[in-house]
């Protein structure tokens, strides 16, 4: 094995002469032989070794460029099913950069709250999937998922914020009885009396007579969404009173 560019390589095409070191021209009076050895490991060795691991990255590296390129496509052939195992080969040259992607896998362990209730669904032994939801915290490159309320028992400095949101929307010229109607249409999980509805017991609709109604909730999506769609309402049945009488 010799390296392109060297005087080996050149010995290797039998010259008649070589140039020296210092320039001078010298008579190669011997014979040269070449004998094949593996130094390091053959192909055979190396594509069993890979094929065993199977690594999604290959990186040939410390080789002449030549040999690299034709073992890189030696395991191309070898590994070309993608169903299988298809690696991905690099022959960088020297100095150049590789970038590598790795996805590892991100556990998570469930405490407190989440934890008990998790285990409360295996023992029924139900095959039918649930949802959780809590937090996903990260600390000290641990994971864990937790119950909004466990939050400050099991971490330091942080604590659960929450965001009371109220609304004034005009309201005038139609009788309170007409925007329940209308929310009727639209949810089916309501509650009223003579001045209040209470939907998704998640946001309140208050009339506040004669000029108004005042729409309350504590910020999250589904409530957000809801209390949009009061506004929406509230503000039709101002833009088209005729419709409603």
Not at 153 to 169: C, D, P
Request: net charge neutral; with cysteine; glycine share 4%.
């Amino acid at each position: 094995y010799v390296v392109e560019g060297t005087l080996a390589k050149k010995i290797l095409s039998l010259p008649k002469e070589i140039t020296s070191m210092d320039g001078r021209l010298l008579p190669m009076n011997c014979s040269v032989e070449y004998i094949s050895f593996s130094a390091h490991a053959d192909f055979v060795g190396t594509s069993g070794f890979i094929e065993k691991v199977a690594p999604p990255h290959i990186v040939l590296v410390h080789g002449e460029k030549t040999e690299m390129m034709r073992l890189k496509a030696a395991l191309h052939k070898k590994f070309h099913n993608p169903k299988v195992y298809q690696p991905q080969v690099y022959t960088p040259a020297n100095t150049v950069d590789v970038v590598l992607e790795f996805r590892g896998e991100k556990v998570a362990k469930a405490i407190g709250r989440m934890a008990t209730d998790l285990a409360g669904h295996a023992k029924l032994k139900s095959t039918e999937k649930t949802n959780m939801s809590g937090l996903l915290v990260e600390h000290d490159f641990h994971t864990h998922v937790m119950h909004p309320h466990d939050l400050s028992e099991y971490t330091t400095n942080l604590l659960v914020g929450t965001i009371a949101q109220k609304q004034h929307v005009p309201f005038v010229h139609q009788p309170f009885d007409v925007l329940v109607l209308l929310v009727r249409q639209m949810y089916a999980d309501i509650k009223t009396t003579h001045d209040t509805i209470i939907v998704g017991n998640c946001v309140m609709v208050t009339h506040c007579p004669p000029e108004k109604v005042v729409i309350e909730w504590t910020a999250d999506p589904t409530a957000d969404m809801i209390a949009d769609s009061i506004v929406a309402l509230t503000m039709h049945a101002q833009a088209s009173p005729a419709s409603f009488k």
